[in-house]
């Protein structure tokens, strides 16, 4: 049986076209999310709406297309571009106290998208999905800040990186979900591998 390619070709260009902008387009709106900040008092980490948008990346692009995502977020603010929350040179950002927090966007997209489709884009895997992603994120925020902050316990270390963020972090929590829900025919559509 012949396939004409000149057929098949329009409709694999489309998709590679919305795999890059989904690519592009979470990294954008991660640093969106960022410049959308909160400043606390007694903490160098602000609250931010970049969370969410990494938590929907890895949710709608998967494990490996999130991943991308946030490694060319990541190279934005690295090379110069004001992507971060903070107002300091980039790559002075990636190394000082919410480092950590930026690479668990990247760690965290594996799990994340994983756990996505082994759900199905189903409610409670999406529930799962975004607890199992902001626990990535926070846990390797937490170890780089206590770590960067020196000689505190770790009880200190959780009042200046983990209790402030909790309210807000199960308000984001639930956006993301249905905003996860409502994303999933498109992530089905054009970002999960054809069986």
Known sequence: MNVDSSAVSPAVAHHAWVQALGVVGFALATAVGARIAIPIDGTPVPITLQTMFVVLAGMTLGPWLGTLSMVFYLLLGVTGYHVFASSAWAPDTVIRATGGFLV?????????????????????????????????????????????????????????????FVPGLLLKSVAVVAGGLLLQPISRKYFQPRQ
């Open 104 to 164: 668990g966007f990247v760690l965290a997209q594996p799990a994340i998208g994983m756990l996505t489709r082994r759900c199905k884009g189903r409610a409670w895997g999406l529930i799962q999905a975004t607890a199992v992603g902001s626990a990535t994120i926070f846990a390797v925020g937490l170890i780089w800040l206590h770590l960067w902050l020196g000689h505190v316990s770790w009880a200190e270390s959780l009042r200046i990186g983990f209790y402030p």
